[in-house]
């Protein structure tokens, strides 16, 4: 049976448009990408200590390919300044940011709580609505700019 796509209302894109380009870069400003060794398999340039302890029921955000940090720390920054970030923002900075690289992989980014710090994951085929919403989505913002 496949999986159910739920549907969690922190998980909503903020319409395009209705952020303003000044409140984005700050929040783009504030947010931090420092990951979690709970969703790699390859430390890269990560200095998790200890190095990485990937578990069984995390998305890996290098599942399908070693994503550096500067690498995450652009598509972080990127997601944002595009208004891909949910709908409600805890103590200023927005929950969730997506993010989609070079070859179409979607990614999502989720704040550690009580944190302006980042972790961030890649959406798998067990997410494929969402996948889609945000390869949709993505691309409409992309082409406006």
Known sequence: ?????????KRRIVPKGKMTPEVLDQYANQASYTGSPHHKRNPANYDFHP?????P???LCDGSRT??????????REGIKRGMISVYPES?????????DSDGRVYEAKRDMNSP????YELGNDEDAMR?????EWSLRCSAT
């Open 1 to 9: 049976m496949p999986r159910r796509q739920g549907n969690n209302p």
């Open 117 to 120: 710090n980042y972790h961030g």
């Open 51 to 55: 190095p990485v302890n990937p578990r």
């Open 132 to 136: 889609r919403m945000i390869l949709k």
């Open 92 to 100: 200023g900075l927005p929950k969730y940011v997506w993010a989609v």
């Open 67 to 76: 994503v550096t940090l500067d690498e995450a720390r652009d598509l972080l």
């Open 57 to 59: 029921n995390k998305s």
